[in-house]
């Protein structure tokens, strides 16, 4: 009976809508931010990143107190972005998008919220997880690398079109059941890219580097031989085509949760694109006009940096309680065929050690080569944090392991991270908050500091100064930009 009362309640809503009849409703809530971001380089021969003005604005409303509706917006202009194509929308469908100023569409949703249900429709943004620092169950939301080290993890988060529904169960069943227990399915009827910095801009990774020009002396038995030789490499970046836009080929994601003895727990499955970057590499020699000097031929080797579209699942839980003051929390994921980055420099070797790729490419073709290598894994974390006398020291721990690997990649074959942070608010009405944190990569030799200040000068204004050190191993995830160290501020008004 009060299902049906709640379903004749929306048709009657929508139909006043469509109608253009009055509807009780509170007023429209807008609001949003502008903010003013800059850094200052430690290392000259680093990239630049220009000044970067951003205006994000949202309206919402709650018309009845079932149905709301949110609408958001991102304007960007400066920043990361060079030499851009000019000035438009950021779409769905490309990674490589050098667009300034921008105009991207954010959260635009419609809600319906019941006692038994809830359903969301619309451009969507999802966190789910409970480890502070990286997520491995945090994989619907793609992710923009323009600014990685710095950036708010919601800003790296990029809405997508979803179908959310949330059920929970019946009441005569919750006497034998968790509390708060519900099931979750999210449908992503088609895959959003992530985006990606051009070769040009600041956050570019090394490692998608081709390296320095190849010296061959010979080449391997079997394979025609102009050697000694000198292959020059250019590299560009490609979008390449999204992936196919079919109700079957999009994501999904199914979680059930609830809260035993004070522990809230969640179980949950994933069928879908990864958020994360990938690439192929597709090689072609350039032998219109190649430079034969006494006993040495040079050419060019002609490359494409490809955005790789991979899909994979996972199964993963997590958990988060309160123990004696200590707020714990723990989450770990199995994942099937993920892809995992290498060095783009590494796949020379690949070329040099196979007489039919080098009589392919000595034949004027193409040869595709992957900059990753998908592997099964488990990644596992769990941390937590304690206040004392108003100081917030958190220690996270977190994993990846993969299972049967023989290649080098950008991580080792176990990857331990270890994050620990210090917080602390300061000053009347807890106006200036201070920030260090510090993530070591053990096995692959990285370290990152980052610390910051945030003052709240009125209600409205508030001014953040900071600073990231980066110092590592070349071929790792992070140390890879230990050029990149800065000092940075943002200055954002609330509106």
């Known amino acids: ?38 850094i200052v380089r430690f290392d000259r021969s680093s990239p630049r990143q220009r000044p970067l003005a951003r205006i ?58 019941d006692a038994d249900f809830e359903l969301r429709a619309g451009n969507q943004r999802f966190t789910w997880g409970k480890l502070d620092g990286p997520k491995p169950n945090d994989l619907l939301s793609p992710l923009r690398f323009y600014d990685p080290l710095v950036e708010r993890e919601k800003d790296q988060k990029i809405a997508v079109p979803a179908l959310t529904g949330s059920y929970y169960f019946p009441s005569s069943w919750r006497d034998a059941l968790p509390e708060d227990a519900r099931l979750t399915l999210v449908w992503q009827p088609i895959a959003v890219p992530w985006l990606f910095p051009e070769a040009d801009e600041r956050w570019f990774p090394p490692a998608a580097d081709t390296g320095p020009p190849l010296q061959i002396a010979s080449l391997p038995p079997g394979s025609a031989d102009p050697c000694p030789c000198v292959v020059d490499i250019e590299q560009e970046v490609r979008n390449s085509r999204a992936p196919a836009r079919r109700f079957d080929n999009g994501n999904v994601a199914f979680r059930v949760s609830g809260r035993n003895s004070g522990i809230d727990w969640s179980a949950m499955f ?76 590494s796949l020379a070797g690949e070329i040099l050690s196979s007489p039919r790729r080098l009589a392919e490419l000595l034949a004027g073709g193409t040869v595709p080569l992957d900059a990753f290598e998908e592997r099964d894994a488990v990644e596992w974390g769990i941390g937590a944090d304690y206040m004392v006398d108003g100081w917030l020291p958190l220690l996270e721990l977190y994993q990846i392991i993969l299972l ?33 944190a510090g993530l070591w990569g053990i096995e692959s030799g990285y370290e990152m500091v980052r610390a910051e200040a945030t003052y709240a000068i009125t209600d409205r204004v508030a001014a953040q100064l900071g600073v990231l050190g980066v110092w590592g191993a070349a071929r790792s995830l992070i140390g890879q930009y230990d050029r990149n160290s800065q000092l940075f501020g943002r200055l954002s008004y609330s509106l």
């Open 1 to 38: 009976m009060e299902r049906a009362r709640s379903i004749s309640t929306l048709v009657t809503v929508l139909v006043a809508l469509l109608h253009g009849v009055p509807v009780q409703a509170a007023a429209p809530t807008i609001g949003g931010r502008v903010e003013g971001y800059g």
């Open 56 to 113: 994000d604005l949202f309206a919402e409303q709650k018309v009845t107190s079932e149905f709301r509706w949110r609408l958001a917006t991102i304007g960007r202009w400066g920043g990361t972005i060079e030499n851009a194509s000019g000035a438009g929308l950021i779409d769905f469908g490309h990674s490589f998008q050098n667009i300034d100023p921008s105009l991207q569409l954010d959260e635009a949703w419609v809600e319906w919220v």
């Open 270 to 345: 994933f069928d879908g694109y990864d958020p994360a970057a990938n690439f192929s590499v597709p090689v072609t020699l350039d032998l219109s006009d190649p430079n034969v000097t006494p006993g040495v031929f040079t050419t060019t080797a002609l490359t494409q940096l490809e955005p790789a579209y991979r899909r994979f699942q996972s199964i993963g839980a997590d958990a988060s309680s309160v123990f004696g003051g200590f707020t714990t929390r723990f989450e770990a994921a199995w994942r099937f065929r993920r892809p995992y980055p290498r060095e783009v420099s």
């Open 404 to 436: 049967h690997n023989d290649t080098p990649l950008l991580i080792r074959n176990v990857d331990t991270r270890i994050t620990a942070s210090l917080r602390k608010t300061w000053l009347e009405g807890d106006s200036l908050e201070t920030r260090i």
